[in-house]
Structure formats: structure tokens, C-alpha cells
């Protein structure tokens, strides 16, 4: 899907105006990218789901107060539309890790550095739901927390 945002400057009334490209998508096989630099702490890491494809997900250790091992269930954050595992890791990442949470940002198909696939959507629901759960079974041992936006504002 190929977009053009453009910027149209009025300088005169009676001039021509000017239309200014901002963005043009090339390439069909464009991945919304936002540079993330990660926060001390965290590490950006891949899941290679059942498909082949490789999810994103960055992970921040938890400590309590004391500096010791967390004895807290992990959390597990999912994000809305048009986000990928970025938007946790700013402030909540941070947060919950020092207050003894181990934290798990992820990043669906299709957003972040997720792999995407070659259909022309990313996934469904339920195929997000999948991959959630694959990422659950085999990377997390214990019990824990999910945290799931679907286009809510927070």
C-alpha cells in the first residue's frame, strides 16, 4: 500500500501554490518503522513463531527496591494499532521493572521489527492472539499478567 502525504503552502493568493512531498512509499514491502534506542536495561530480542516469522519483543528485567531477583509474575505488554513494542518501553517498561516486574514488550507481525507476512494484512485477531499465546508458552515459564490494547487510547 503506497501513500503520499503532501504539504500544500499558500505563500499568495494570486501565486501558484506549491506542493511539497513529505513521504512516498516506494516499496510494497514497506514496515512502519519508528528508531527506538533502547533504555538502560532493556534488550530488543526475536520469537521465531511457527510460521518461520521472527516477532519482535524487547524485555526489561525486574528488581525490587532492595536490588534483588523479583519475585513478581512477569508482564506481558501487548500493543494497539499502528504501535509495535516501542510505545511500552519509554515509561512503562522502566517502571514496572523497578518496582520487581520481569517485562515483555511485544511487537505483532507486521509492527516494529516484527517480520511481516505475505499477505496483504498482518494478521487477524486470532492470529495475533496465536502468536501471543506461542510467545507465552515457549519464552515464559511462569505465571503471568497480559496486558492487551486493541485501538483503545490510554
Not at 512531498?21 to 510494497?28: D, E, F, N, R, T
Not at 496483504?120 to 507465552?136: E, R
Request: one cysteine or more.
Amino acid at each position: 500500500m503506497a501513500a503520499l502525504n503532501t504539504l500544500i503552502l499558500i505563500t499568495n493568493p494570486h501565486r501558484r501554490m506549491s506542493i511539497i512531498p513529505q513521504a512516498v512509499l516506494s516499496s510494497s514491502n514497506y514496515k512502519m518503522r519508528v528508531p527506538f534506542e533502547l533504555k538502560q536495561g532493556q534488550s530488543r530480542h526475536f520469537h521465531k513463531l511457527p510460521s518461520g516469522l521472527n516477532m519482535e519483543f524487547i524485555f526489561q528485567k525486574g528488581h525490587d527496591k532492595k536490588d534483588e531477583e523479583s519475585q513478581h509474575p512477569p508482564l506481558v505488554f501487548v500493543h494497539g494499532s499502528f504501535h509495535a513494542a516501542w510505545c511500552w518501553a519509554e515509561h512503562w517498561l522502566p517502571f514496572f521493572s523497578q518496582n520487581g516486574f520481569d517485562c515483555y514488550a511485544l511487537s505483532l507481525l507486521g509492527q516494529g521489527e516484527s517480520d511481516s507476512p505475505a499477505g496483504a494484512v498482518a494478521g487477524s485477531l486470532q492470529t495475533h492472539a496465536a502468536d501471543v499465546a506461542d510467545f507465552i508458552h515457549k519464552e515464559i515459564q511462569s505465571t503471568l499478567k497480559v496486558d492487551f490494547l486493541a485501538g483503545e487510547r490510554t
